[in-house]
């Protein structure tokens, strides 16, 4: 290019452009820039104006890298020259197609079907893209409106909403949960976006929520190897953090059932699982103290740890499998986390969120259980301590009396042959041994102290304790059926009340499980009936 004009065309010199108005056209520099490539470049709006209105050609010239006036205009975010080159196409373009636009009805004369000049250049970036990565508003908004259909990719298979959100310096931003959007494309599952986020900011791995869940922790929520292993690989020691309740990537797996994502980490990640499974939460569970007692079974995780370290409870893995009690540790079972359409967005961060509070709800309201359940078993035990009473001083306090010492037989029973009185002792006996197991079975779960036992204890003791007192009942009725037998109706009506009362009895018991049984469904139904209802009304609001 001559010297001459290429300082003209950087400057803006109009007058030198116009002497040289007949190679205008056949100027260009060795990278192919014309000068209206150099005009928009220097954003000089009214150079660029004369240069269109001498050689409107120009608008459609390429450089070396295939790019336009307005790929030069849209890296520098000359808003007034972009104006001045879609005026220039508009003018062009509605010489040409103005008769064809009236033929199809269309209202808008002012808009063009994408123009040649916002095409890719050689690296696939087209201008709005450009001006959507560099930040120009005003440009972006401004080929959008001329524009109907303007192609909008970028290098890399992006696009212009990936140039937008590459370009915003906000992406560090927290919403009221503390979610950044990293935290979101990791909850959502979108690989690609996580690596175009990193590209930005590789700290974002870092960024944690008010409950100090990192998006390592929310890939290892949602079992979302693929995004986990992009995590790790790029930002090392992002696997360090521990959220509020001291748990890392594998407590979080191992707690949603993720069986697959453990495996993985401490197959693909040695060296940082090593150090991962050994790690104790607030509670001093490593993730093999939650695996015992949950249905993620990873046999890697239980070769690699030691089985005896104890948790803040002193209790082993070997032994929270043995008791079964998931109280110490939490779990909730069968809460599986998905995104579908029963389950909207904002509702499954929440319950992201609040299944990391779970613990301290179901350990106290285990405490409220084992509480009510003991003094359940403290009236069991009076009750069956007095029957215990009765039917002991009944033993020796019998119908009829004893033979005196000058009789016949000294101190035996005086009613001993009647058939009434031995089945007075038999079942005066039967309500006393029945009553002592209930007892003994109410110590039993006392002492045991674990939830499970002391429920089977007292459902045993409660079914001694009410065979006590029918057989209490019974004996009774055949003791004084034996001494009002001289009186054969008055000893047949006291026996048949005393046996009616205690069949009366044993029936109202069973008759009141049955009761209770089918009031539990019920209230059970409609328990299930009312959160199915409010269910669907949250679906709604959300």
Same mark, same amino acid.
Request: include cysteine.
């Given at each position: 290019?001559?010297?001459?004009?290429?300082?003209?065309?950087?400057?803006?010199?109009?007058?030198?452009?116009?002497?040289?108005?007949?190679?205008?056209?056949?100027?260009?520099?060795?990278?192919?820039?014309?000068?209206?490539?150099?005009?928009?470049?220097?954003?000089?709006?009214?150079?660029?104006?004369?240069?269109?209105?001498?050689?409107?050609?120009?608008?459609?010239?390429?450089?070396?890298?295939?790019?336009?006036?307005?790929?030069?205009?849209?890296?520098?975010?000359?808003?007034?020259?972009?104006?001045?080159?879609?005026?220039?196409?508009?003018?062009?373009?509605?010489?040409?197609?103005?008769?064809?636009?009236?033929?199809?009805?269309?209202?808008?004369?002012?808009?063009?079907?994408?123009?040649?000049?916002?095409?890719?250049?050689?690296?696939?970036?087209?201008?709005?893209?450009?001006?959507?990565?560099?930040?120009?508003?005003?440009?972006?908004?401004?080929?959008?409106?001329?524009?109907?259909?303007?192609?909008?990719?970028?290098?890399?298979?992006?696009?212009?909403?990936?140039?937008?959100?590459?370009?915003?310096?906000?992406?560090?931003?927290?919403? #009221?949960?503390?979610?950044?959007?990293?935290?979101?494309?990791?909850?959502?599952?979108?690989?690609?976006?996580?690596?175009?986020?990193?590209?930005?900011?590789?700290?974002?791995?870092?960024?944690?929520?008010? +409950?100090?869940?990192?998006?390592?922790?929310?890939?290892?929520?949602?079992?979302?190897?693929?995004?986990?292993?992009?995590?790790?690989?790029?930002?090392?020691?992002?696997?360090?953090?521990?959220?509020?309740?001291?748990?890392?990537?594998?407590?979080?797996?191992?707690?949603?059932?993720?069986?697959?994502?453990?495996?993985?980490?401490?197959?693909?990640?040695?060296?940082?699982?090593?150090?991962?499974?050994?790690?104790? +939460?607030?509670?001093?569970?490593?993730?093999?103290?939650?695996?015992?007692?949950?249905?993620?079974?990873?046999?890697?995780?239980?070769?690699?740890?030691?089985?005896?370290?104890?948790?803040?409870?002193?209790?082993?893995?070997?032994?929270?499998?043995?008791?079964?009690?998931?109280?110490?540790?939490?779990?909730?079972?069968?809460?599986?986390?998905?995104?579908?359409?029963?389950?909207?967005?904002?509702?499954?961060?929440?319950?992201?969120?609040?299944?990391?509070?779970?613990?301290?709800?179901?350990?106290?309201?285990? #405490?409220?259980?084992?509480?009510?359940?003991?003094?359940?078993?403290?009236?069991?035990?009076?009750?069956?301590?007095?029957?215990?009473?009765?039917?002991?001083?009944?033993?020796?306090?019998?119908?009829?009396?004893?033979?005196?010492?000058?009789?016949?037989?000294?101190?035996?029973?005086?009613?001993?042959?009647?058939?009434?009185?031995?089945?007075?002792?038999?079942?005066?006996?039967?309500?006393?041994?029945?009553?002592?197991?209930?007892?003994?079975?109410?110590?039993?779960?006392?002492?045991?102290?674990?939830?499970?036992?002391?429920?089977?204890?007292?459902?045993?003791?409660?079914?001694?304790?009410?065979?006590?007192?029918?057989?209490?009942?019974?004996?009774?009725?055949?003791?004084?059926?034996?001494?009002?037998?001289?009186?054969?109706?008055?000893?047949?009506?006291?026996?048949?009340?005393?046996?009616?009362?205690?069949?009366?009895?044993?029936?109202?018991?069973?008759?009141?499980?049955?009761?209770?049984?089918?009031?539990?469904?019920?209230?059970?139904?409609?328990?299930?009936?009312?959160?199915?209802?409010?269910?669907?009304?949250?679906?709604?609001?959300?």
């Amino acid at each position: 290019m001559d010297p001459l004009v290429y300082n003209a065309a950087v400057s803006g010199d109009i007058g030198i452009l116009e002497q040289n108005k007949d190679k205008l056209v056949i100027e260009v520099t060795p990278t192919k820039n014309s000068v209206l490539h150099l005009a928009c470049q220097s954003g000089k709006t009214e150079c660029v104006r004369q240069i269109l209105s001498m050689h409107k050609s120009l608008l459609r010239k390429k450089n070396s890298n295939k790019d336009s006036a307005f790929h030069m205009a849209a890296k520098n975010g000359s808003y007034d020259v972009a104006m001045a080159l879609m005026e220039c196409a508009l003018g062009m373009e509605c010489a040409v197609v103005k008769f064809v636009k009236k033929m199809l009805r269309r209202k808008n004369l002012n808009k063009l079907e994408a123009p040649e000049f916002l095409h890719a250049n050689n690296v696939g970036e087209t201008p709005l893209y450009i001006a959507a990565e560099m930040g120009y508003e005003n440009l972006v908004a401004m080929i959008l409106k001329r524009c109907s259909s303007p192609p909008y990719s970028g290098s890399y298979g992006r696009t212009a909403l990936h140039g937008a959100i590459i370009s915003n310096s906000e992406v560090k931003e927290t919403d #009221e949960n503390g979610w950044s959007p990293l935290h979101y494309a990791t909850f959502l599952g979108f690989h690609e976006r996580v690596l175009q986020l990193l590209d930005v900011d590789k700290s974002l791995a870092y960024v944690a929520d008010i +409950d100090r869940n990192t998006c390592l922790h929310v890939a290892a929520y949602r079992g979302f190897i693929c995004v986990a292993d992009v995590l790790i690989v790029q930002c090392p020691g992002c696997w360090e953090i521990a959220n509020s309740r001291g748990e890392n990537i594998l407590h979080v797996a191992v707690k949603n059932q993720q069986a697959s994502f453990v495996s993985y980490i401490l197959r693909e990640h040695t060296s940082i699982s090593n150090i991962l499974i050994t790690e104790k +939460d607030v509670d001093g569970n490593t993730p093999l103290h939650l695996m015992a007692n949950s249905n993620c079974l990873v046999p890697e995780l239980s070769t690699m740890v030691d089985k005896n370290a104890l948790n803040s409870e002193s209790s082993t893995p070997w032994g929270i499998v043995n008791d079964g009690d998931s109280s110490q540790i939490g779990l909730v079972k069968g809460e599986q986390l998905g995104v579908g359409a029963h389950l909207s967005l904002p509702k499954a961060i929440r319950i992201f969120r609040d299944k990391s509070k779970i613990k301290k709800k179901v350990t106290s309201s285990g #405490e409220d259980k084992i509480e009510k359940m003991r003094r359940a078993s403290d009236s069991v035990m009076i009750v069956a301590t007095l029957v215990a009473t009765v039917t002991f001083a009944a033993g020796f306090t019998i119908p009829g009396g004893y033979y005196q010492s000058i009789d016949k037989y000294p101190g035996m029973a005086v009613l001993s042959k009647k058939s009434a009185f031995q089945a007075f002792m038999i079942s005066d006996t039967l309500a006393l041994l029945s009553s002592v197991i209930a007892i003994f079975v109410n110590f039993w779960g006392i002492l045991d102290g674990r939830e499970h036992t002391l429920k089977r204890s007292i459902l045993m003791a409660i079914f001694y304790t009410a065979s006590a007192i029918a057989w209490m009942m019974v004996a009774f009725s055949t003791g004084t059926y034996v001494i009002l037998s001289p009186s054969r109706t008055l000893a047949i009506a006291a026996c048949f009340l005393g046996i009616l009362a205690a069949f009366c009895k044993t029936q109202s018991f069973f008759i009141f499980q049955m009761l209770k049984v089918g009031f539990d469904r019920s209230l059970g139904l409609s328990e299930n009936l009312k959160k199915l209802i409010n269910s669907t009304f949250l679906n709604d609001e959300d």
